[in-house]
């Protein structure tokens, strides 16, 4: 999807920052050129200060979306994923697992997946950045409990995976 956006933005780059930021919060463009994270309007000065730009550029990359049938039909729909569990999983008696690999590969969250479930780990979050968004793209889980020894040299021993991290 990046980069189909960002070719709409090729010689405007601060409008493609902003873009950027409304895919990273999920927010949709109105028909009334309003912005929204779900039900919860957001004002382009908003926009403007996470982005680090005037306001009224925010305004016009809006106008651009709605005058664009391509991104207008993107932004028009756009949604917010949830809250991620990653900041609070210690305090819920949870674990998250950082795990490094190729996100083009196919089978990654599922061989990780079958390790955890051998283990009766229940995954309750599985975050994924956009490798076409993110240069280093990394896989987050959150999962009920603690790793083993065992779970985790389990997990280190997978072809796809590169590294595992748990986060404190």
């Known amino acids: 999807m990046w980069p189909s956006v960002k070719k709409q933005f090729s010689r405007q780059i601060v409008r493609a920052d902003i873009v950027k ?3 990273e ?10 912005l929204y994270v779900g039900d919860v309007e957001v004002d382009y000065s908003a926009v403007a200060r996470a982005v680090n730009v005037d306001r009224r550029v925010v305004k016009q990359t809006v106008k651009q979306i709605k005058g664009n049938r391509f991104l ?21 008696g949870y674990s998250a697992i950082v795990i490094e690999a190729d996100p083009r590969k196919s089978g990654v969250i599922a061989a990780v997946a079958g390790v955890l479930a051998k283990h009766d780990l229940v995954i309750r979050q599985a975050l994924a950045d956009d490798p076409d968004m993110v240069p ?7 999962v009920e409990g603690s790793l083993s020894g065992k779970a985790m040299e389990e ?10 991290k748990i986060l404190k």
């Open 136 to 142: 280093e793209a990394k896989m987050t889980l959150v």
């Open 21 to 23: 930021k409304m895919i």
């Open 72 to 92: 207008n039909g993107l932004f028009s729909n756009l949604a917010p994923i949830g809250s991620s569990l990653v900041p609070v999983a210690s305090k819920l």
């Open 25 to 34: 919060c999920g927010i949709r463009v109105a028909d009334d050129l309003r």
């Open 155 to 164: 997990l280190n021993d997978l072809k796809l995976v590169k590294s595992i």
